[in-house]
């Protein structure tokens, strides 16, 4: 488990970093295109979202939620990445949708900086673990006088 702290702008930054961004949405899509159709499907999406554990967990005691309620929401947040109502949801409508998420957090934050345990195991599929780790990036390297 590692721990980053961020805030509006690690996020912001992230976003407006054009190909780091393109290439991250690129990898998670391909990652939840389970059959490998160029599209992502409503039991795609949802299989994603289900990972997440966003909805079954409320300050980490597990609460149960009625199935019906699951798929109106799982199915409301599908309709929203859908622009184009085809039923399915390609890169750019994921992109798009992903963007508007990431830039939400990013005002949601604000300057406040935040503490994030993240697990190691998300296979580099973090998108604010990347945004942390641009930022580091952009550190200044640290001397050391001895």
Same mark, same amino acid.
């Given at each position: ?15 407006? &970093?054009? =190909?780091?961004?393109?290439k991250?949405?690129?990898?998670r899509?391909?990652t939840?295109d ?10 795609e999406?949802?299989? =994603?979202?289900e990972?997440?554990? $966003?909805?079954? =967990? ?8 009625p199935?019906?309620? $699951?798929?109106?929401?799982y199915?409301?947040?599908?309709d ?12 750019e ?12 957090? =990013? ?14 195991? &998300?296979?580099?599929?973090?998108f $604010? ?7 580091a ?10």
């Amino acid at each position: 488990m590692g721990v980053v702290i961020i805030d509006g702008s690690t996020v912001r930054d992230f976003v407006d &970093d054009e =190909a780091l961004f393109n290439k991250s949405v690129e990898e998670r899509f391909s990652t939840l295109d389970l059959n490998g159709d160029g599209v992502l499907s409503r039991s795609e999406l949802r299989k =994603a979202f289900e990972t997440f554990r $966003l909805l079954e =967990a409320h300050f980490g005691v597990d609460v149960v939620t009625p199935p019906d309620q $699951l798929t109106q929401l799982y199915d409301s947040i599908f309709d929203k990445f859908d622009c184009d109502h085809s039923g399915t949801v390609d890169l750019e409508e994921f992109r798009s949708e992903m963007k508007k998420i990431m830039l939400a957090i =990013a005002d949601g934050l604000g300057s406040c900086p935040i503490q994030m345990a993240l697990d190691d195991d &998300d296979d580099g599929q973090n998108f $604010l673990k990347k945004a942390a780790d641009l930022e580091a990036s952009k550190a200044p390297p640290s001397t050391s006088t001895s």
